[in-house]
Each structure stands twice: as C-alpha cells, then as structure tokens.
C-alpha cells in the first residue's frame, strides 16, 4: 500500500486483536488466544522490573535455592516464574511446567492446555543490563500434568518467545508462520511489526560457545574447525562466531539473519545429554524455526519428532537455517565429516552441503 505523503499510517495490528482474527468461533484457537494474552501480560509486568535495573533493587542476587536443572536461583528468577504463574492463573490452562519448578502447578481444573516456559533465559545477564528472554509452549492438556508435558514435540499448538533488551519484543506461532509483535511504550500494548517472517536459508553465523571446544564430540569439532578456516577451507566461506548464553537472544539473530545455533551433548558430567531442555527450551525454538522455513535437530533428528520421557529432560540443540542445520547432520551420519584428523579437512570440501 502507498501512503500518500502527509497522511500518517495505518495503526499496527494490536496482538489481541491479530489473535481475535485468527480464533474466528474456533474454541480451541479463542482459548490459545487467551493464553497468549495472558503471557504477553506477564512479559509486560517482567519488562517493567526489568527497565528498572538497580532501582529495582538486587533483584540479579542468588537466592540460595536451586531449580529443578541443579542451576542457582536468582532473585530475579522468582520474580519472573511467580509472574507468569500469576499471568495465566486465569486463562484456560490446567497446567504450568517450568524450568523453576520442580514438578508441573495445577492452575485450572478442567482448562483445555497446558503450558511448558522457563520464564527468564539468560538471567545472569540481568545485573549487567544484557539481553535476556523467555520462551514458551502451549499444548493441549490431558487429564494429568504427565500425559500433558510427556507427548510428541509436534503436538504443539503454538510456541514463541518474549525478548528484553532495547525494546520488548514477542515472536509467535500459532501453526501459521511466525509474527513479531512490539511491546509499544507508549499504551503498553504489543503491536505487530512483521509479519510472516522467515529464516534465511544459509549464512555464516554460527553460534557456539567456544569455551567448551575441549568437550565436544568429534563431528561438533569438525564442523567448527572447518568454518574457522573459513574461504580457503572445506566450506568455501568466511564464517563468524557468536556466542550472547542466551538461547533466545541467539533464535532472535539467526531468524532475522540466519546462520546457525549448536549447543551439542559433551563430556562434562551432567551434560551427556546435553544443556538444554527438550520440553520448554528445544520444542518451542523448533516449532518456530520451522515455522519460518528454518530447521531444528539434536544433531541427527528432528526435534519435533522427539517426545520427553521426563519434565526437564535434556537435548542437544541445532537449530537455524535449513541448509546450516542439514550441514550440521552430515558432519554426525557421514563418516567423511566425521573424521577428527586436520589432513582429511580439505578433502571433505569433496562433500559440501
């Protein structure tokens, strides 16, 4: 549409009424709306007590408490997961998982979904005013909190993240593309800013923290080593490492300008498994990165075709641009990519993808 000058343009699309749009007089949808709302309200509250910083007092101190990972608690931490419990205490969802908790909060007797967040990654960024985020799942309850977590990671029915940084950002799906929405200072109302969006198909990010390269399998170490030899190596292509530990802040760069996010299993004790969890960190990035062409893997399957066995159950994570995150699987199945020895480094440049 062309505005012709002078004239102010269109108002942007309030989330409640994007959502209202898409539920029609579906039931289920209306009840995925109302949820959504819920949650945006909590990140509404949360990006308050965050814009405060110190004013707000020590709220970055450990609490001396751990969560149900074995991680520190944060005051902050607390704040954020009361929150979001508070947020949808009344919307139609039976059951709560979080990564701060130890086991699933019942919320509503005979609501129709559930809810799997961690309410704040990243929350050791907080006292030195660095991005952080929250990310969620909705999926359809069951009769009991178990059977509503512990299914198919593709029985999602929407997912989507809250980012706070310089602006206060929400990146949805409902099973139909991948909106982003603002959080405007102004009315305090979040307002859609893009629509559709999509990842792009191949880029020379990759975001892996560098720190654990002593840990990693070998066809993790391959791949990295082979992108630092960047235009004269196997992959053809100067990359660039990032590393923000912070998954979402990570999800956020790579869905706006692609490459690809590795936080593989490694030989640390506790992280055979890898760091991050399947049900509330894994699925909803998946769905998402699907959603908007990009792709996701625990390095050899599809993390939507995974289901967890247990409430904070871990995985390793690959997400990003489809090609990236395809690469990535070669290097794991094809003994080609998988040799460790520096003089096979150019002779896999044979078998790019």
Same mark, same amino acid.
């Given at each position: 549409?062309?505005v012709k000058k002078g004239?102010?343009?269109?108002?942007?699309?309030?989330?409640?009424?994007?959502?209202?749009?898409? /539920?029609?007089?579906?039931?289920? #949808?209306?009840?995925?709306?109302?949820?959504?709302?819920?949650?945006?309200?909590?990140?509404?509250?949360?990006?308050?007590?965050?814009a405060r910083g110190a004013?707000?007092?020590?709220?970055?101190?450990?609490?001396?408490?751990?969560?149900?990972?074995?991680?520190?608690? *944060?005051?902050?931490?607390?704040?954020?997961?009361?929150?979001?419990?508070?947020?949808?205490?009344?919307?139609?969802?039976? !059951?709560?998982?979080?990564?701060?908790?130890?086991?699933?909060?019942?919320?509503?007797?005979?609501?129709?979904?559930?809810?799997?967040?961690?309410?704040?990654?990243?929350?050791?960024?907080?006292?030195?005013?660095?991005?952080?985020?929250?990310?969620? %799942?909705?999926?359809?309850? /069951?009769?009991?909190?178990?059977?509503?977590?512990?299914?198919?990671?593709?029985?999602?029915?929407?997912?989507?993240? !809250?980012?706070?940084?310089?602006? @206060?950002?929400?990146?949805?799906?409902?099973?139909?593309?991948?909106?982003? !929405?603002?959080?405007?200072?102004?009315?305090?109302? !979040?307002?859609?800013?893009?629509?559709?969006?999509?990842?792009?198909?191949?880029? /020379?990010?990759?975001?892996?923290? +560098? %720190?654990?390269?002593?840990?990693?399998?070998?066809?993790?170490? @391959?791949?990295?080593?082979?992108?630092?030899?960047?235009?004269?190596?196997?992959?053809?292509?100067?990359? &660039?490492?990032?590393?923000?530990?912070?998954?979402?802040?990570?999800?956020? #760069?790579?869905?706006?300008?692609?490459?690809?996010?590795?936080?593989?299993?490694?030989? #640390?004790?506790?992280?055979?498994?890898?760091?991050?969890?399947?049900?509330?960190?894994?699925?909803?990035?998946? +769905?998402? +990165?699907?959603?908007?062409?990009?792709?996701?893997?625990?390095?050899?399957?599809?993390?939507?075709? *995974?289901?967890?066995?247990?409430?904070?159950?871990?995985? =390793?994570?690959?997400?990003?641009?489809?090609?990236?995150?395809?690469?990535?699987?070669? &290097?794991?199945?094809?003994?080609?990519?998988?040799?460790?020895?520096? =003089?096979?480094f150019h002779q896999r440049?044979?078998?790019?993808?």
């Amino acid at each position: 549409m062309v505005v012709k000058k002078g004239k102010t343009p269109p108002p942007l699309d309030h989330l409640g009424d994007v959502l209202i749009a898409w /539920a029609g007089a579906n039931r289920q #949808r209306s009840d995925i709306a109302e949820v959504v709302v819920g949650l945006a309200s909590g990140a509404r509250n949360l990006a308050a007590i965050l814009a405060r910083g110190a004013l707000a007092g020590d709220i970055s101190a450990a609490t001396g408490a751990t969560n149900s990972d074995g991680d520190v608690q *944060k005051t902050v931490d607390v704040v954020a997961n009361d929150i979001f419990i508070a947020a949808l205490k009344h919307t139609p969802t039976a !059951f709560l998982a979080s990564e701060e908790s130890n086991a699933p909060i019942a919320l509503r007797e005979g609501a129709a979904l559930a809810v799997a967040i961690d309410p704040l990654d990243g929350s050791g960024n907080v006292s030195v005013n660095l991005t952080v985020g929250a990310i969620f %799942s909705i999926l359809p309850a /069951a009769q009991t909190a178990e059977a509503s977590f512990l299914r198919p990671c593709a029985d999602q029915l929407a997912a989507g993240y !809250f980012l706070f940084g310089s602006s @206060t950002l929400l990146v949805l799906t409902v099973g139909a593309g991948v909106d982003l !929405f603002v959080l405007d200072p102004d009315d305090q109302t !979040f307002k859609r800013a893009e629509a559709s969006l999509r990842v792009p198909g191949s880029a /020379a990010d990759i975001a892996i923290n +560098m %720190s654990n390269r002593r840990f990693w399998p070998a066809p993790t170490r @391959t791949f990295v080593d082979d992108c630092i030899e960047g235009a004269g190596g196997p992959r053809g292509v100067d990359c &660039y490492a990032r590393w923000l530990a912070v998954m979402v802040a990570e999800a956020h #760069r790579i869905l706006l300008r692609g490459g690809v996010y590795l936080y593989p299993a490694d030989a #640390r004790q506790g992280f055979e498994q890898g760091r991050l969890r399947l049900l509330y960190e894994a699925a909803p990035v998946a +769905m998402l +990165m699907e959603q908007a062409g990009g792709a996701a893997t625990d390095g050899h399957a599809r993390i939507l075709e *995974k289901t967890p066995l247990s409430l904070h159950e871990r995985t =390793p994570l690959v997400f990003g641009s489809a090609k990236d995150v395809e690469s990535v699987r070669h &290097y794991h199945v094809d003994p080609a990519y998988a040799q460790d020895a520096a =003089p096979l480094f150019h002779q896999r440049g044979l078998f790019k993808s």
